[in-house]
């Protein structure tokens, strides 16, 4: 444990819990994949179990810890200031792991994580529950375990080289994962994931080895002081911020990813834009904004340009679709807009906006895919041609769809308006020609995102019933009710008070 950036020493119980949210899901990857295959049900019920006891785990992390104040000093009017002294983690664990190249076993948790580290416990164990009904085997649950350990490693690390390795312990497993229960083109739209995230991990790889040899450490609490030079936070910042704009994926780095949800199972595409995207946009703010605050007050223009130009041609685009996942897909482009919108203000509103977005996005639109998925399963198609008349057929159904594209769309209340609300309201206050063209860009987005949804609820839940969705049962099984009422819950719940979000980066973002 290292003492020097701590001032009040968290309980070894929860240095335990920090360790045991990794390892029990790897460990439960470990028994549902060796378990006898004529043991393929419980196995699947074994990773479920694994998957509650982890989400358990991260709801104790800040029991016992105040949350401390000062890892970002970005203020609402001073912009590109280097942080402040480094941030106390709500409880973090950090152990010698390779000392000759100064690498850390560096864990840890604080508001700018946590909510993300919830919502992948969250969407794993909904996801795990789903397979568990369906009856999909226990290797896909092995490997939503597997993914659950990238990504939760993602969100924990505090060392750059550790980032790194769990940011590239998730390519494998989505890999499997699209092209071994995916549709009919699942293959090429997994080789098309792959290609495009290795180079997205090459640019990572370069950014992390120019700033660890610049400063000697990774170590994320330490390089706010460690003096990196203004030419090499540029350099630095350039590397990451291509690197994320693929993961996340952000225009134009974006077109791996329709193809990845079309082909994708429920399940996979569930975790791909619930969680997953967020290791893109979570980065910039962690090590992008954090690591190399020059670098990202000298790219904070161009990004704000990307960021409403995401913004625009994703809900045009959108409008052209006739494919039901392909369109939820796209619309997650526009979204990400806004996340890095608020990203490139650099201010306060603007980074817990972009905060708020990645949270409202994995809830809203891993709903609307759960929801996708019930319809492709009982109509055999995602064509909105071929569907239509879905609130004669199933009427809860196609209410549910109604509630989580109104949610997507904005509509004030719901989980969706307050980040892209705010990230507004943040472009706005940063002042001058650039910023507030960009701000009326992205409300005009925000317009489009309406057309398109209303669109999608025309063709989808009225009309006439069509041949293919004549046969749809009028209710959902309990299963499926399981799986979708938490995320309706949680999108209420963080519409009428965003502050179940905000409440932890008070002490984060000042």
């Given at each position: 444990m290292n003492s020097d950036y701590l001032t009040d020493a968290p309980t070894v119980w929860l240095q335990v819990v920090l360790i045991a949210v990794l390892a029990v899901p790897a460990v439960g990857a470990a028994v549902v994949a060796l378990l006898p295959r004529r043991l393929d049900r419980p196995a699947r019920f074994a990773a479920t179990a694994f998957a509650a006891i982890t989400l358990v785990l991260t709801l104790l992390l800040p029991f016992g810890h105040t949350p401390p104040r000062g890892w970002f000093s970005y203020g609402p009017v001073t912009l590109g200031t280097p942080p402040g002294p480094p941030a106390v983690p709500w409880v973090d664990f950090d152990k010698a792991w390779v000392p000759a190249l100064h690498i850390d076993f560096h864990l840890?948790?604080?508001?700018v994580s946590y909510p993300l580290i919830v919502l992948t416990a969250l969407l794993t164990l909904l996801c795990c529950a789903y397979t568990a009904w369906k009856g999909d085997g226990r290797a896909l649950a092995a490997l939503l375990l597997v993914l659950e350990v990238g990504i939760l490693g993602t969100f924990l690390s505090l060392d750059l080289v550790l980032f790194f390795l769990f940011f590239e312990v998730v390519l494998l497993p989505m890999y499997a994962v699209i092209a071994g229960w995916g549709g009919d083109q699942r293959r090429a739209a997994a080789r098309k994931f792959v290609l495009y995230t290795l180079f997205g991990s090459v640019l990572l790889l370069l950014g992390v080895m120019t700033v660890v040899v610049a400063a000697g450490t990774g170590d994320m609490l330490a390089l706010p002081n460690a003096g990196l030079g203004h030419t090499t936070q540029c350099a630095a910042f350039a590397l990451f911020a291509v690197a994320f704009a693929v993961k996340a994926p952000l225009?134009?780095?974006?077109?791996?990813?329709?193809?990845?949800?079309?082909?994708?199972p429920t399940v996979g595409s569930v975790i791909l834009a619930g969680v997953l995207l967020k290791m893109g946009t979570y980065g910039l703010i962690r090590i992008g904004v954090g690591v190399t605050p020059e670098g990202a007050h000298w790219a904070a223009p161009v990004l704000g340009v990307l960021a409403a130009a995401a913004i625009i041609i994703g809900s045009l685009v959108c409008l052209r679709q006739t494919e039901l996942k392909r369109l939820i897909a796209y619309s997650s482009v526009g979204h990400m807009g806004f996340v890095l919108l608020g990203i490139a203000t650099l201010t306060v509103t603007g980074l817990q906006a972009a905060l708020l977005g990645n949270v409202a996005h994995g809830l809203i639109t891993g709903?609307?895919?759960?929801?996708?998925?019930?319809?492709?399963?009982?109509?055999?198609?995602g064509e909105l041609a071929d569907l239509g008349g879905l609130r004669e057929s199933a009427p809860r159904l196609a209410g549910l769809l109604g509630f989580a594209a109104i949610?997507?769309?904005?509509?004030?209340?719901?989980?969706?308006?307050?980040?892209?609300?705010?990230?507004v309201i943040a472009a706005v206050r940063r002042g001058g020609p650039l910023w507030l063209t960009l701000a009326a860009l992205a409300a005009v987005g925000g317009a489009l995102t309406a057309a398109y949804f209303l669109r999608l609820l025309r063709r989808l839940t009225h009309g006439v019933p069509s041949v293919s969705v004549r046969g749809v049962?009028?209710?959902?099984?309990?299963?499926?009710?399981?799986?979708?009422?938490?995320?309706v819950v949680l999108t209420l719940a963080v519409g009428v008070a965003p502050a179940l979000v905000l409440a932890a980066t008070s002490g984060v973002l000042k």
């Amino acid at each position: 444990m290292n003492s020097d950036y701590l001032t009040d020493a968290p309980t070894v119980w929860l240095q335990v819990v920090l360790i045991a949210v990794l390892a029990v899901p790897a460990v439960g990857a470990a028994v549902v994949a060796l378990l006898p295959r004529r043991l393929d049900r419980p196995a699947r019920f074994a990773a479920t179990a694994f998957a509650a006891i982890t989400l358990v785990l991260t709801l104790l992390l800040p029991f016992g810890h105040t949350p401390p104040r000062g890892w970002f000093s970005y203020g609402p009017v001073t912009l590109g200031t280097p942080p402040g002294p480094p941030a106390v983690p709500w409880v973090d664990f950090d152990k010698a792991w390779v000392p000759a190249l100064h690498i850390d076993f560096h864990l840890g948790v604080d508001g700018v994580s946590y909510p993300l580290i919830v919502l992948t416990a969250l969407l794993t164990l909904l996801c795990c529950a789903y397979t568990a009904w369906k009856g999909d085997g226990r290797a896909l649950a092995a490997l939503l375990l597997v993914l659950e350990v990238g990504i939760l490693g993602t969100f924990l690390s505090l060392d750059l080289v550790l980032f790194f390795l769990f940011f590239e312990v998730v390519l494998l497993p989505m890999y499997a994962v699209i092209a071994g229960w995916g549709g009919d083109q699942r293959r090429a739209a997994a080789r098309k994931f792959v290609l495009y995230t290795l180079f997205g991990s090459v640019l990572l790889l370069l950014g992390v080895m120019t700033v660890v040899v610049a400063a000697g450490t990774g170590d994320m609490l330490a390089l706010p002081n460690a003096g990196l030079g203004h030419t090499t936070q540029c350099a630095a910042f350039a590397l990451f911020a291509v690197a994320f704009a693929v993961k996340a994926p952000l225009w134009p780095l974006h077109t791996w990813l329709p193809d990845a949800h079309t082909q994708a199972p429920t399940v996979g595409s569930v975790i791909l834009a619930g969680v997953l995207l967020k290791m893109g946009t979570y980065g910039l703010i962690r090590i992008g904004v954090g690591v190399t605050p020059e670098g990202a007050h000298w790219a904070a223009p161009v990004l704000g340009v990307l960021a409403a130009a995401a913004i625009i041609i994703g809900s045009l685009v959108c409008l052209r679709q006739t494919e039901l996942k392909r369109l939820i897909a796209y619309s997650s482009v526009g979204h990400m807009g806004f996340v890095l919108l608020g990203i490139a203000t650099l201010t306060v509103t603007g980074l817990q906006a972009a905060l708020l977005g990645n949270v409202a996005h994995g809830l809203i639109t891993g709903l609307l895919f759960f929801l996708a998925g019930a319809v492709k399963d009982r109509a055999h198609t995602g064509e909105l041609a071929d569907l239509g008349g879905l609130r004669e057929s199933a009427p809860r159904l196609a209410g549910l769809l109604g509630f989580a594209a109104i949610a997507s769309l904005g509509l004030p209340g719901l989980a969706g308006f307050w980040g892209e609300a705010f990230a507004v309201i943040a472009a706005v206050r940063r002042g001058g020609p650039l910023w507030l063209t960009l701000a009326a860009l992205a409300a005009v987005g925000g317009a489009l995102t309406a057309a398109y949804f209303l669109r999608l609820l025309r063709r989808l839940t009225h009309g006439v019933p069509s041949v293919s969705v004549r046969g749809v049962p009028a209710s959902a099984a309990g299963a499926e009710w399981l799986a979708w009422a938490p995320l309706v819950v949680l999108t209420l719940a963080v519409g009428v008070a965003p502050a179940l979000v905000l409440a932890a980066t008070s002490g984060v973002l000042k």
